[in-house]
């Protein structure tokens, strides 16, 4: 079956990085766009990023363009979230998806999910 498991999540200073990371399995990980989803406490899931099966194509939302970078490993069925210079409004559960249509930026254009991983910026 299809699984996506996140790690890489943690309690991280403002202005610090993290990697997150995403593997896949149950499926031809190479041939599916892949996507990146966080959720704030309290608040509605938001799109981070996105990027289609060759990394020829990427997007994200606005409040992370120029920090985020999305990249994947065909080879290990890996996808990736690099996080820089994060700040407090990045806090959040990090989830991994699996895209289904062309809808990047909306969480319908998903069919699987992974668990999340935790991401804590604070002083």
């Known amino acids: 079956q299809v699984q996506l498991v996140e790690s890489g999540g943690g309690l991280v200073q403002p202005g610090g990085s993290l990697r997150l990371s995403c593997v896949a399995s149950?499926?031809?990980?190479?041939?599916?766009?892949m996507g990146w989803f966080r959720q704030a406490p309290g608040k509605e899931r938001a799109f981070v990023a996105a990027?289609?099966?060759?990394?020829?194509?990427?997007t994200y939302g606005d409040s992370v363009k120029g920090r985020f970078t999305i990249s994947r490993d065909n080879v290990q069925n890996t996808v990736y979230l690099q996080i820089n210079s994060l700040k407090p409004e990045d806090t959040g559960v990090y989830y991994c998806?699996?895209?289904?249509?062309?809808?990047?930026?909306?969480?319908?254009?998903?069919?699987?999910w992974g668990q999340g991983t935790q991401v804590t910026v604070s002083s």
């Open positions: 990027l289609n099966p060759n990394s020829r194509y990427t």
């Open positions: 998806a699996r895209g289904r249509y062309f809808l990047p930026k909306e969480s319908r254009g998903y069919d699987y």
């Open positions: 149950g499926f031809t990980f190479s041939t599916y766009n």
